[in-house]
Nanobody
């Protein structure tokens, strides 16, 4: 089993920054596909970013250039640095770990919830 615990959400004004953290425990490995999804009220869940191990991260177009992803393998923690935040970034952000056998691709994972493990989420609110 895998447990994912997110933290770092909060309220910020447009143009500000936040860093989300996701600490993993249980059966996790450096080579696992991990990432972040988000869901705004009344909207479909949206993939934000996924990456395998320390490899290249694939970002959604809406956040590319503003968000960065990093890992501290010793701490088993995934970080999402969010800069130049916009009101449309307001959402509940979920850390995910994709099960082996599923492709590590946002286009494949979006619209699904059964591809792996999810954290409880952390709220990000951006005011204009």
């Amino acid at each position: 089993q895998v447990q994912l615990a997110e933290s770092g959400g909060g309220s910020v004004q447009a143009g500000g920054s936040l860093r989300l953290s996701c600490r993993a425990s249980g059966h996790t490995y450096r080579s696992d596909c991990m990432g972040w999804f988000r869901q705004a009220p009344g909207k479909e869940r949206e993939g934000v970013v996924v990456s395998i191990g320390d490899g290249i991260a694939t970002f959604a177009g809406s956040v590319r250039g503003r968000f960065t992803l990093s890992r501290d393998n010793a701490k088993r923690t995934l970080y999402l640095q969010m800069n130049s935040l916009k009101p449309e970034d307001t959402a509940m952000y979920y850390c995910v770990q994709v099960r082996v056998g599923w492709p590590c691709m946002l286009t494949t994972l979006e619209g699904r919830a059964d591809f792996g493990y999810w954290g409880q989420g952390t709220q990000v609110t951006v005011s204009s």
